[in-house]
């Protein structure tokens, strides 16, 4: 059982940048891995994800602004976030699935880290 452990997170003015990392105690070459993001009241929403081959994906309100990346020499996921809006507010998870079908579909992610908050002001 992977355990994934993020950091990060902070407060930072619109227009600037914070870099996510979660640490996963396990090869990461082995899972689908993605960024979730919650804000209070609402359900977990897909950020980001890569495949095991590397392959992204990216909500459309990201897209251009945020990079997701996998280091599997360090077993560690990031998440790049740039242009950053107040609306990027939340709480950032990382997640891994050892078979995710639908990429951000939240049920189909097995390990989940506890989550790094990200504020951003204006």
């Known amino acids: 059982q992977v355990q994934l452990v993020e950091s990060g997170g902070g407060s930072a003015q619109a227009g600037g940048s914070l870099r996510l990392t979660c640490v996963a105690s396990e090869y990461t070459t082995r899972y689908f891995m993605a960024w979730f993001r919650q804000h209070p009241g609402t359900e977990r929403e897909a950020v980001a994800t890569?495949?095991?081959?590397?392959?992204?994906t990216y909500a459309d309100t990201v897209k251009g602004r945020f990079t997701i990346s996998k280091d599997n020499v360090k077993n560690t996921l990031y998440l790049q976030m740039n242009s950053l809006k107040l609306e990027d507010s939340g709480r950032y998870y990382c997640?891994?699935?050892?078979?995710?079908?639908?990429?951000?579909?939240?049920?189909?992610?097995?390990?989940w880290g506890q989550g790094t908050q990200v504020t951003v002001s204006s």
């Open positions: 997640a891994a699935g050892l078979y995710v079908a639908d990429a951000v579909a939240e049920y189909e992610y097995d390990y």
């Open positions: 890569v495949d095991r081959d590397g392959r992204s």
